[in-house]
């Protein structure tokens, strides 16, 4: 609201203004200054306790230069990779994600199954799915992923795998960004490989 109603925002700490500016810019330095402590920045993520005997292990997002991050900007093209762990209990299989905003509701997704005639083979164990350009307006956003046999029970559920947040969606030129409070869900063009 702050964002899309005031042309200036301050920011207040102990009853001292620590920033007087542009609503994006000042609201983009409060979320930072209070989001909690952890490895956000890294664009990895190593599961702490994986299910089973085959199981998705490690994700990590990359940018266009290859860099593992958690920040992006609307339009931006964004790799996700993703390891496996263990031999796969079939000899082909897929893999899926939802992608959530920041009130957990699913917004995207996407897969790597026969409707796309992509499959996995069992010895696989790194997959890539290149997501872009990204239509997402500004905010944290969140991915599951699930791998199994398309139309079957799921191998591996990992919810809430990994965040990031796009930190800039200004897509009129107008100074204002746009929040992701908005509803509606959409298929981000994708196209999954099959990594190193």
Same mark, same amino acid.
């Given at each position: ?36 402590? #952890?490895?956000? !920045?890294?664009?990895? /993520? ?6 089973? +005997? ?6 990590? &997002? ?28 079939e000899d082909s299989y897929g893999l ?11 917004? #995207?997704?996407? !897969?790597?199954?026969? /409707? ?6 069992? +010895? ?6 290149? &997501? ?65």
């Open positions: 609201s702050i964002r899309q109603l005031c042309t200036r925002a301050l920011l207040f700490e102990n009853g001292t203004v620590i920033q007087d500016g542009p609503p994006g810019e000042v609201t983009r330095h409060y979320e930072q200054f209070f989001r909690e402590t #952890s490895d956000d !920045a890294s664009g990895a /993520v190593d599961r702490r306790f994986p299910p089973g +005997d085959f199981f998705l292990k490690r994700v990590e &997002l990359r940018n266009a230069a290859g860099n593992p991050t958690r920040q992006f900007r609307a339009g931006d093209v964004m790799d996700i990779h993703l390891w496996s762990s263990g031999r796969a209990p899926e994600f939802k992608l959530l905003n920041a009130e957990g509701a699913v917004v #995207s997704f996407g !897969a790597a199954n026969p /409707v796309r005639s992509t499959y996995y083979r069992a +010895d696989q164990q790194h997959f890539v799915c290149r &997501l872009g350009p990204l239509p997402l307006t500004e905010g944290r956003y969140s991915f599951s992923f699930t791998i199994g046999v398309w139309n079957t029970d799921r191998w591996d559920f990992w919810q809430n795998a990994i965040g990031f947040e796009i930190t800039s969606c200004d897509l009129f030129a107008t100074g204002h960004s746009i929040t992701n409070v908005h509803d509606g869900d959409f298929v981000i063009q994708q196209e999954w490989l099959a990594g190193e």
